[in-house]
Protein backbone atom coordinates (compact mmCIF):
# COMPACT_ATOMS: atom_id res chain seq x y z
CA UNK A 1 0.00 0.00 0.00
CA UNK A 2 1.52 3.60 -1.23
CA UNK A 3 0.66 6.38 -0.03
CA UNK A 4 0.30 10.00 -2.06
CA UNK A 5 -0.33 13.59 0.00
CA UNK A 6 -2.02 15.88 -1.98
CA UNK A 7 -1.47 19.69 -0.36
CA UNK A 8 -4.22 22.23 -1.16
CA UNK A 9 -7.51 21.46 -2.60
CA UNK A 10 -7.93 24.15 -4.96
CA UNK A 11 -7.57 23.68 -9.27
CA UNK A 12 -4.36 21.56 -9.32
CA UNK A 13 -4.65 19.66 -6.44
CA UNK A 14 -8.75 18.43 -7.07
CA UNK A 15 -7.33 17.62 -10.45
CA UNK A 16 -4.60 15.60 -9.22
CA UNK A 17 -5.85 13.50 -6.64
CA UNK A 18 -8.98 12.86 -8.98
CA UNK A 19 -6.75 11.35 -11.39
CA UNK A 20 -4.66 9.38 -8.83
CA UNK A 21 -7.65 8.21 -7.45
CA UNK A 22 -8.82 6.85 -10.85
CA UNK A 23 -5.32 5.21 -11.60
CA UNK A 24 -3.90 3.72 -8.47
CA UNK A 25 -4.84 0.69 -6.79
CA UNK A 26 -7.63 0.72 -4.48
CA UNK A 27 -5.45 -0.23 -1.53
CA UNK A 28 -3.07 2.59 -2.09
CA UNK A 29 -4.08 6.18 -0.04
CA UNK A 30 -5.19 9.43 -2.09
CA UNK A 31 -4.96 12.03 0.90
CA UNK A 32 -6.16 15.37 0.19
CA UNK A 33 -5.35 17.97 2.63
CA UNK A 34 -6.60 21.72 2.47
CA UNK A 35 -7.30 24.39 5.26
CA UNK A 36 -10.67 25.46 3.77
CA UNK A 37 -14.18 23.16 3.33
CA UNK A 38 -14.40 24.25 -0.05
CA UNK A 39 -14.05 24.95 -3.63
CA UNK A 40 -15.13 27.65 -5.62
CA UNK A 41 -13.61 29.22 -8.96
CA UNK A 42 -11.78 32.27 -9.11
CA UNK A 43 -14.54 33.23 -11.71
CA UNK A 44 -17.38 32.95 -9.67
CA UNK A 45 -15.50 35.65 -7.57
CA UNK A 46 -15.73 38.22 -10.26
CA UNK A 47 -19.73 36.95 -11.09
CA UNK A 48 -20.32 37.49 -7.39
CA UNK A 49 -18.87 41.33 -7.98
CA UNK A 50 -20.54 42.49 -10.34
CA UNK A 51 -23.76 40.93 -8.90
CA UNK A 52 -24.28 38.37 -11.96
CA UNK A 53 -24.70 35.53 -10.29
CA UNK A 54 -23.65 34.63 -6.30
CA UNK A 55 -20.93 32.83 -5.27
CA UNK A 56 -22.52 30.38 -3.18
CA UNK A 57 -24.26 28.77 -6.37
CA UNK A 58 -19.93 27.80 -7.58
CA UNK A 59 -19.41 26.33 -4.28
CA UNK A 60 -18.66 22.88 -3.64
CA UNK A 61 -17.89 20.72 -0.14
CA UNK A 62 -14.59 18.76 -0.80
CA UNK A 63 -15.62 16.64 1.64
CA UNK A 64 -18.22 15.22 -1.72
CA UNK A 65 -14.66 14.00 -2.43
CA UNK A 66 -14.99 11.33 0.23
CA UNK A 67 -17.46 9.26 -1.79
CA UNK A 68 -15.25 8.84 -4.87
CA UNK A 69 -12.46 6.81 -2.04
CA UNK A 70 -10.33 10.53 -2.02
CA UNK A 71 -9.42 10.80 2.17
CA UNK A 72 -10.21 14.74 1.92
CA UNK A 73 -8.76 16.18 5.64
CA UNK A 74 -9.49 19.60 6.55
CA UNK A 75 -6.09 20.90 8.25
CA UNK A 76 -3.34 23.60 7.99
CA UNK A 77 -0.22 22.21 6.32
CA UNK A 78 2.51 23.55 9.05
CA UNK A 79 5.22 22.18 7.74
CA UNK A 80 7.21 20.15 4.76
CA UNK A 81 10.35 17.70 4.91
CA UNK A 82 10.36 17.08 1.07
CA UNK A 83 13.42 15.12 1.57
CA UNK A 84 12.23 12.76 4.17
CA UNK A 85 8.51 13.26 2.39
CA UNK A 86 7.00 14.07 5.13
CA UNK A 87 4.17 17.01 6.06
CA UNK A 88 3.01 18.15 9.31
CA UNK A 89 -1.04 18.35 9.60
CA UNK A 90 -2.28 20.65 12.23
CA UNK A 91 0.65 19.10 14.44
CA UNK A 92 1.12 15.29 13.72
CA UNK A 93 3.62 14.31 11.09
CA UNK A 94 1.80 12.41 7.52
CA UNK A 95 4.59 9.92 6.16
CA UNK A 96 3.73 9.88 2.01
CA UNK A 97 5.81 8.01 -0.71
CA UNK A 98 4.72 10.88 -3.39
CA UNK A 99 3.78 14.29 -2.61
CA UNK A 100 1.78 16.97 -5.08
CA UNK A 101 2.41 20.32 -3.82
CA UNK A 102 -0.79 22.25 -4.95
CA UNK A 103 -0.60 25.28 -2.16
CA UNK A 104 -1.32 28.11 -4.51
CA UNK A 105 -0.21 31.91 -3.92
CA UNK A 106 -1.60 34.19 -1.42
CA UNK A 107 -2.36 37.77 -2.25
CA UNK A 108 -0.26 39.85 0.39
CA UNK A 109 -2.08 43.33 0.69
CA UNK A 110 -0.12 44.20 3.71
CA UNK A 111 3.28 44.82 1.88
CA UNK A 112 1.74 48.07 -0.30
CA UNK A 113 1.13 50.45 2.54
CA UNK A 114 -2.53 51.95 2.51
CA UNK A 115 -3.63 48.97 0.35
CA UNK A 116 -5.75 46.91 2.69
CA UNK A 117 -7.22 50.32 5.00
CA UNK A 118 -8.34 51.71 1.45
CA UNK A 119 -9.01 48.86 -1.18
CA UNK A 120 -10.84 45.87 -1.61
CA UNK A 121 -9.31 42.56 -1.97
CA UNK A 122 -11.03 41.19 -4.69
CA UNK A 123 -9.09 38.03 -5.67
CA UNK A 124 -9.91 36.83 -2.04
CA UNK A 125 -12.91 35.44 -2.22
CA UNK A 126 -13.74 36.51 1.39
CA UNK A 127 -14.37 39.81 0.28
CA UNK A 128 -16.16 38.99 -2.86
CA UNK A 129 -19.41 40.13 -0.95
CA UNK A 130 -17.99 43.42 0.50
CA UNK A 131 -16.68 44.62 -3.02
CA UNK A 132 -20.43 43.82 -4.34
CA UNK A 133 -21.92 45.88 -1.85
CA UNK A 134 -19.67 48.79 -2.51
CA UNK A 135 -20.19 48.53 -6.11
CA UNK A 136 -23.75 48.31 -6.09
CA UNK A 137 -23.51 51.38 -3.51
CA UNK A 138 -21.46 53.29 -5.75
CA UNK A 139 -23.56 56.19 -8.14
CA UNK A 140 -21.26 58.51 -9.07
CA UNK A 141 -17.11 58.75 -9.52
CA UNK A 142 -14.32 56.54 -10.27
CA UNK A 143 -14.02 53.08 -10.12
CA UNK A 144 -10.31 52.10 -10.36
CA UNK A 145 -9.56 48.43 -10.78
CA UNK A 146 -5.50 48.64 -10.13
CA UNK A 147 -2.94 45.56 -10.26
CA UNK A 148 -0.76 46.05 -7.49
CA UNK A 149 1.83 43.59 -8.84
CA UNK A 150 3.53 40.87 -10.89
CA UNK A 151 2.78 38.04 -11.62
CA UNK A 152 -0.83 37.76 -10.39
CA UNK A 153 -3.20 34.76 -10.94
CA UNK A 154 -5.49 35.04 -13.89
CA UNK A 155 -3.64 37.49 -15.80
CA UNK A 156 -7.14 38.95 -17.68
CA UNK A 157 -8.89 38.69 -14.78
CA UNK A 158 -8.42 42.36 -13.78
CA UNK A 159 -9.54 43.85 -17.52
CA UNK A 160 -12.30 41.46 -17.89
CA UNK A 161 -13.56 42.90 -14.05
CA UNK A 162 -13.33 46.67 -15.19
CA UNK A 163 -15.15 45.44 -18.78
CA UNK A 164 -18.12 43.32 -16.55
CA UNK A 165 -18.32 46.48 -13.80
CA UNK A 166 -18.93 48.84 -16.30
CA UNK A 167 -21.66 46.77 -17.78
CA UNK A 168 -23.37 46.70 -13.92
CA UNK A 169 -22.47 50.54 -13.31
CA UNK A 170 -24.30 51.78 -16.91
CA UNK A 171 -27.16 49.21 -16.48
CA UNK A 172 -28.62 50.89 -13.84
CA UNK A 173 -27.32 54.30 -15.31
CA UNK A 174 -24.58 55.13 -12.41
CA UNK A 175 -22.56 57.80 -13.44
CA UNK A 176 -19.23 56.15 -12.79
CA UNK A 177 -16.02 55.92 -14.86
CA UNK A 178 -13.93 52.56 -14.93
CA UNK A 179 -10.29 53.04 -14.69
CA UNK A 180 -7.40 50.03 -14.96
CA UNK A 181 -3.77 50.55 -13.59
CA UNK A 182 -1.16 48.26 -13.47
CA UNK A 183 2.65 47.95 -13.49
CA UNK A 184 2.95 45.64 -16.93
CA UNK A 185 3.64 47.92 -19.99
CA UNK A 186 0.71 46.32 -22.02
CA UNK A 187 -1.99 44.61 -20.62
CA UNK A 188 -1.26 40.76 -21.40
CA UNK A 189 2.74 40.74 -21.77
CA UNK A 190 2.91 37.00 -21.92
CA UNK A 191 0.88 36.92 -25.00
CA UNK A 192 2.93 40.09 -27.34
CA UNK A 193 1.92 42.79 -28.59
CA UNK A 194 -0.83 41.79 -31.27
CA UNK A 195 -2.90 39.62 -29.27
CA UNK A 196 -2.66 41.91 -26.54
CA UNK A 197 -3.65 44.79 -28.50
CA UNK A 198 -6.97 42.93 -28.98
CA UNK A 199 -7.29 43.32 -25.30
CA UNK A 200 -6.79 46.81 -25.30
CA UNK A 201 -9.07 47.75 -27.92
CA UNK A 202 -11.99 46.40 -26.24
CA UNK A 203 -11.17 48.41 -22.83
CA UNK A 204 -10.76 51.54 -25.25
CA UNK A 205 -14.42 50.19 -27.16
CA UNK A 206 -15.45 50.47 -23.62
CA UNK A 207 -13.92 54.00 -22.88
CA UNK A 208 -11.82 52.31 -19.81
CA UNK A 209 -8.39 53.99 -19.61
CA UNK A 210 -5.49 51.45 -18.84
CA UNK A 211 -3.19 53.27 -17.15
CA UNK A 212 0.20 50.96 -18.03
CA UNK A 213 3.46 50.94 -16.43
CA UNK A 214 2.44 52.03 -13.53
CA UNK A 215 3.57 50.57 -10.51
CA UNK A 216 1.88 51.99 -7.21
CA UNK A 217 3.79 52.69 -3.99
CA UNK A 218 0.82 53.35 -1.56
CA UNK A 219 -2.98 54.10 -1.20
CA UNK A 220 -4.48 56.68 0.51
CA UNK A 221 -8.26 57.76 1.22
CA UNK A 222 -9.77 57.96 -1.84
CA UNK A 223 -5.98 58.13 -3.87
CA UNK A 224 -3.11 56.13 -5.28
CA UNK A 225 0.21 57.33 -5.69
CA UNK A 226 2.00 55.99 -8.61
CA UNK A 227 5.83 55.36 -8.22
CA UNK A 228 6.32 58.35 -11.03
CA UNK A 229 4.90 60.67 -8.73
CA UNK A 230 1.38 60.84 -9.81
CA UNK A 231 -1.69 60.36 -8.26
CA UNK A 232 -5.26 58.45 -9.37
CA UNK A 233 -8.07 59.35 -7.85
CA UNK A 234 -11.01 56.61 -6.79
CA UNK A 235 -13.82 56.59 -5.12
CA UNK A 236 -13.80 52.47 -5.11
CA UNK A 237 -10.86 50.66 -5.84
CA UNK A 238 -10.76 46.76 -6.30
CA UNK A 239 -7.79 45.54 -6.18
CA UNK A 240 -5.20 42.56 -7.14
CA UNK A 241 -2.95 42.55 -4.18
CA UNK A 242 0.53 41.53 -5.07
CA UNK A 243 1.11 37.27 -4.97
CA UNK A 244 3.40 35.26 -2.69
CA UNK A 245 4.57 31.79 -2.84
CA UNK A 246 2.74 30.24 0.98
CA UNK A 247 5.38 30.78 3.55
CA UNK A 248 5.54 27.34 4.24
CA UNK A 249 7.37 26.21 1.31
CA UNK A 250 9.82 29.00 1.58
CA UNK A 251 10.51 26.79 4.96
CA UNK A 252 10.56 24.01 3.78
CA UNK A 253 13.12 25.00 1.36
CA UNK A 254 10.92 24.42 -1.73
CA UNK A 255 11.01 28.29 -2.96
CA UNK A 256 13.47 30.76 -2.48
CA UNK A 257 12.41 33.59 -0.20
CA UNK A 258 10.43 36.32 -2.64
CA UNK A 259 10.13 33.52 -5.15
CA UNK A 260 8.28 30.50 -6.32
CA UNK A 261 9.06 26.86 -6.22
CA UNK A 262 10.81 25.72 -9.56
CA UNK A 263 10.23 22.62 -11.00
CA UNK A 264 10.95 21.06 -14.26
CA UNK A 265 8.49 22.53 -16.67
CA UNK A 266 7.45 19.13 -18.15
CA UNK A 267 7.33 17.03 -15.18
CA UNK A 268 6.77 19.34 -13.00
CA UNK A 269 9.36 17.40 -10.27
CA UNK A 270 11.13 19.47 -7.82
CA UNK A 271 14.67 18.76 -6.86
CA UNK A 272 13.41 16.47 -3.99
CA UNK A 273 12.16 12.68 -5.78
CA UNK A 274 9.07 11.72 -5.24
CA UNK A 275 8.04 15.79 -4.60
CA UNK A 276 6.12 17.31 -7.46
CA UNK A 277 4.68 20.53 -7.71
CA UNK A 278 1.74 22.21 -9.69
CA UNK A 279 0.04 25.32 -10.47
CA UNK A 280 0.13 29.18 -8.83
CA UNK A 281 3.08 28.15 -6.45
CA UNK A 282 5.54 27.22 -9.34
CA UNK A 283 7.40 29.57 -11.77
CA UNK A 284 7.73 28.38 -15.06
CA UNK A 285 9.72 30.78 -17.65
CA UNK A 286 8.86 30.57 -20.69
CA UNK A 287 11.08 31.33 -23.77
CA UNK A 288 10.87 34.71 -24.18
CA UNK A 289 11.50 34.87 -20.18
CA UNK A 290 8.23 35.74 -18.90
CA UNK A 291 6.62 33.34 -16.51
CA UNK A 292 3.64 30.87 -17.55
CA UNK A 293 0.25 32.35 -16.08
CA UNK A 294 -0.82 31.54 -12.94
CA UNK A 295 -4.67 29.61 -14.27
CA UNK A 296 -6.33 26.83 -13.41
CA UNK A 297 -6.11 25.41 -16.36
CA UNK A 298 -2.89 24.87 -16.47
CA UNK A 299 -2.83 23.78 -12.83
CA UNK A 300 -5.24 21.50 -13.84
CA UNK A 301 -3.50 19.55 -16.76
CA UNK A 302 -0.55 19.84 -14.32
CA UNK A 303 -2.10 18.34 -11.96
CA UNK A 304 -3.23 15.57 -14.59
CA UNK A 305 0.55 14.96 -15.36
CA UNK A 306 2.09 14.69 -12.32
CA UNK A 307 -1.00 12.16 -11.09
CA UNK A 308 -0.07 9.84 -14.14
CA UNK A 309 3.75 10.19 -13.43
CA UNK A 310 3.07 8.76 -9.95
CA UNK A 311 0.91 5.97 -10.89
CA UNK A 312 3.36 4.87 -13.63
CA UNK A 313 6.04 5.17 -10.57
CA UNK A 314 4.12 2.94 -8.17
CA UNK A 315 3.71 0.27 -10.51
CA UNK A 316 7.33 0.67 -11.29
CA UNK A 317 6.84 1.67 -15.35
CA UNK A 318 8.50 4.80 -16.69
CA UNK A 319 6.66 8.08 -16.37
CA UNK A 320 5.77 9.68 -19.56
CA UNK A 321 2.97 12.07 -19.26
CA UNK A 322 4.16 15.49 -19.59
CA UNK A 323 2.67 18.84 -19.32
CA UNK A 324 2.88 21.40 -22.76
CA UNK A 325 1.96 24.65 -21.73
CA UNK A 326 -1.27 24.38 -24.22
CA UNK A 327 -4.61 25.49 -23.38
CA UNK A 328 -7.52 27.04 -23.94
CA UNK A 329 -9.29 30.19 -21.51
CA UNK A 330 -11.99 32.42 -21.45
CA UNK A 331 -12.25 35.92 -20.60
CA UNK A 332 -16.14 37.75 -20.78
CA UNK A 333 -15.96 40.98 -22.42
CA UNK A 334 -19.48 42.14 -21.16
CA UNK A 335 -22.91 41.95 -22.69
CA UNK A 336 -22.87 37.87 -22.73
CA UNK A 337 -19.70 37.63 -24.84
CA UNK A 338 -16.16 36.36 -24.37
CA UNK A 339 -13.13 36.21 -25.79
CA UNK A 340 -11.12 32.96 -26.88
CA UNK A 341 -7.76 32.97 -25.91
CA UNK A 342 -5.56 29.67 -26.98
CA UNK A 343 -2.03 29.21 -26.15
CA UNK A 344 1.07 27.33 -26.40
CA UNK A 345 3.00 28.56 -23.97
CA UNK A 346 5.69 26.52 -24.50
CA UNK A 347 6.53 27.15 -28.68
CA UNK A 348 9.21 29.34 -29.11
CA UNK A 349 8.17 31.97 -29.09
CA UNK A 350 5.21 31.08 -27.39
CA UNK A 351 2.16 31.53 -29.46
CA UNK A 352 -1.07 32.65 -28.14
CA UNK A 353 -4.59 33.68 -30.04
CA UNK A 354 -7.19 35.87 -28.65
CA UNK A 355 -10.65 35.37 -31.05
CA UNK A 356 -13.75 37.16 -30.38
CA UNK A 357 -15.77 38.28 -28.51
CA UNK A 358 -17.93 35.98 -29.39
CA UNK A 359 -21.56 34.30 -27.60
CA UNK A 360 -19.60 31.32 -27.97
CA UNK A 361 -16.72 32.23 -26.12
CA UNK A 362 -19.07 32.71 -23.17
CA UNK A 363 -21.19 29.53 -23.55
CA UNK A 364 -17.41 27.76 -23.32
CA UNK A 365 -16.46 29.60 -20.10
CA UNK A 366 -19.64 28.65 -18.78
CA UNK A 367 -18.77 24.99 -19.92
CA UNK A 368 -15.25 25.76 -18.34
CA UNK A 369 -16.79 25.66 -14.94
CA UNK A 370 -19.98 23.52 -15.25
CA UNK A 371 -17.94 20.60 -16.57
CA UNK A 372 -15.10 20.27 -13.89
CA UNK A 373 -17.72 20.68 -11.22
CA UNK A 374 -19.86 17.65 -13.12
CA UNK A 375 -16.53 15.45 -13.09
CA UNK A 376 -15.06 16.40 -9.56
CA UNK A 377 -18.09 16.83 -7.78
CA UNK A 378 -20.84 15.38 -9.57
CA UNK A 379 -23.05 18.28 -10.17
C1 LIG B 1 -10.98 36.45 -10.02
C2 LIG B 1 -10.27 35.27 -10.61
C3 LIG B 1 -10.72 34.70 -11.79
C4 LIG B 1 -10.06 33.61 -12.34
N1 LIG B 1 -10.53 33.05 -13.50
C5 LIG B 1 -9.88 32.01 -14.04
C6 LIG B 1 -10.36 31.41 -15.25
O1 LIG B 1 -11.40 31.81 -15.80
N2 LIG B 1 -9.66 30.36 -15.77
C7 LIG B 1 -8.53 29.88 -15.17
O2 LIG B 1 -7.94 28.93 -15.68
N3 LIG B 1 -8.05 30.44 -14.02
C8 LIG B 1 -8.69 31.47 -13.45
N4 LIG B 1 -8.22 32.04 -12.29
C9 LIG B 1 -6.93 31.57 -11.74
C10 LIG B 1 -7.11 30.32 -10.90
O3 LIG B 1 -8.09 30.51 -9.90
C11 LIG B 1 -5.79 29.92 -10.25
O4 LIG B 1 -4.76 29.96 -11.20
C12 LIG B 1 -5.92 28.50 -9.70
O5 LIG B 1 -6.85 28.47 -8.66
C13 LIG B 1 -4.57 27.97 -9.22
O6 LIG B 1 -4.74 26.66 -8.77
P1 LIG B 1 -3.81 26.06 -7.62
O7 LIG B 1 -4.26 24.66 -7.43
O8 LIG B 1 -2.40 26.32 -7.92
O9 LIG B 1 -4.13 26.94 -6.33
P2 LIG B 1 -5.51 27.25 -5.64
O10 LIG B 1 -6.66 26.91 -6.52
O11 LIG B 1 -5.40 28.63 -5.11
O12 LIG B 1 -5.56 26.22 -4.42
C14 LIG B 1 -4.65 26.28 -3.35
C15 LIG B 1 -5.31 25.65 -2.13
O13 LIG B 1 -4.33 25.47 -1.09
C16 LIG B 1 -4.93 25.76 0.15
N5 LIG B 1 -3.85 26.12 1.08
C17 LIG B 1 -2.91 27.08 0.93
N6 LIG B 1 -2.04 27.06 1.96
C18 LIG B 1 -2.47 26.07 2.79
C19 LIG B 1 -1.95 25.52 4.01
N7 LIG B 1 -0.84 25.99 4.59
N8 LIG B 1 -2.64 24.51 4.60
C20 LIG B 1 -3.76 23.99 4.02
N9 LIG B 1 -4.27 24.45 2.84
C21 LIG B 1 -3.62 25.48 2.24
C22 LIG B 1 -5.90 26.89 -0.13
O14 LIG B 1 -6.93 26.91 0.83
C23 LIG B 1 -6.42 26.51 -1.54
O15 LIG B 1 -7.62 25.79 -1.50
C24 LIG B 1 -8.91 33.09 -11.69
C25 LIG B 1 -8.45 33.64 -10.49
C26 LIG B 1 -9.13 34.72 -9.95
C27 LIG B 1 -8.64 35.30 -8.63
Not at 160 to 180: P, T
Request: charged share 20%; with cysteine.
Amino acid sequence: MARVLVLGAGFGGIAAATRLRSLLDPSDEVVLVDRSTDFVMGLHKTWEVVGAHPLEEGRRPLAALRGRGIDVRQASVEAIEPAARRVRLDGAWVDADAIVVALGAETVPQVVPGLAQHGVNVWDRANAGRARDALAALERGRLLVGVFGTPYACPPGPFELALLARDALAARGAQVSVEVFGPMPIALPVLGPAESAKVEALLDAAGIPFHRGQPATSVGAGVVHLADGRDLAFDLLLAVPPHRVPRVLVDAGLAPAGGWVGVDPRTLATPFAGVYAVGDATAITLAHGLPLPKAGLFAEAEGHAVAERIAAEFAGREPTATFDGTGTCFAETGGGRAVQIDARFYADPPAADVQGPSEGAMAGKAAFEADRLAAWFGR
